[in-house]
Antibody, heavy 121, light 107 residues
């Protein structure tokens, strides 16, 4: 059974960089799409972007200038970097796998439990 | 970006009731529409993908339908564990977008 778990600082100062890691157990990043999604009371669920197993990335245009999603060489972890954070980036951050089935339908099946990141001085 | 609306935003119902939640997209999303259930303090859980495919392990009282820009999630007979918030998600166009959610509460 695959499991995903987010880790990283729970508090980041304004203007600094938010860095989170998602550890994948029971599988690897050798296939599928690996996503970051966040949730805050003010903006609901927001897709941040994904890393395809080939190394291709796709980001939400609203965050694209500040976001990087990358893969660890072990291919069991992927990371999120969000630069120049403000209070508006305070949210619960989730990592999730997006997969395609044999019929060509996509779905987000495995999610981490989420980690709260607060931006405050 | 594709805009998503859901109705109702909240709903009170009783165990055994049949409920329907609607999701509307601002443009067509083909069959790339899914439904997720979220309980407080937990991650979203996949219920339905590809408009109508039931995720493995999800009870058959959940079903999805629709086409074009209008989609529905139906719970045929509410169980106590179904009281949660439900979100639709389109992943046909970038950026992927979620609906604002429908909170299902016990009457």
């Amino acid at each position: 059974q695959m499991q995903l778990r987010e880790s990283g600082p729970g508090l980041v100062k304004p203007s600094e960089t938010l860095s989170l890691t998602c550890t994948v157990s029971g599988g690897s990043i050798n296939s599928d799409y690996w996503n970051w999604i966040r949730q805050s009371p003010g903006t609901g669920l927001e897709w941040i972007g994904y890393l395809h197993h080939s190394g291709t990335t796709n980001y939400n245009p609203s965050l694209e200038s500040r976001v990087t999603i990358s893969m660890d060489m072990s291919r069991t972890q992927f990371s999120l970097r969000l630069t120049s954070v403000t209070a508006a980036d305070t949210a619960v951050y989730y990592c999730a796998r997006r997969k395609i089935d044999v019929a060509g339908a996509y779905y987000f099946d495995y999610w981490g439990q989420g980690t709260l990141v607060t931006v405050s001085s | 970006a594709i805009q998503m609306t859901q109705s109702p935003s909240s709903l009170s119902a009783s165990v055994g009731d049949r409920v329907t939640i609607t999701c509307r997209t601002s443009q067509g999303v083909s069959n790339d529409l899914g439904w997720y259930q979220q309980r407080p303090g937990k991650a979203p859980k996949l219920l339905i993908y590809g408009i109508s495919f039931l995720q493995s392990g999800v009870p058959s009282r959940f079903s999805g339908s629709g086409s074009g820009t209008d989609f529905t999630l139906t719970i045929s007979s509410l169980q106590p564990e179904d009281f949660a918030t439900y979100y639709c998600l389109q992943d046909n166009n970038y950026p992927f977008t979620f609906g604002p959610g429908t909170k299902l509460e016990i009457k």
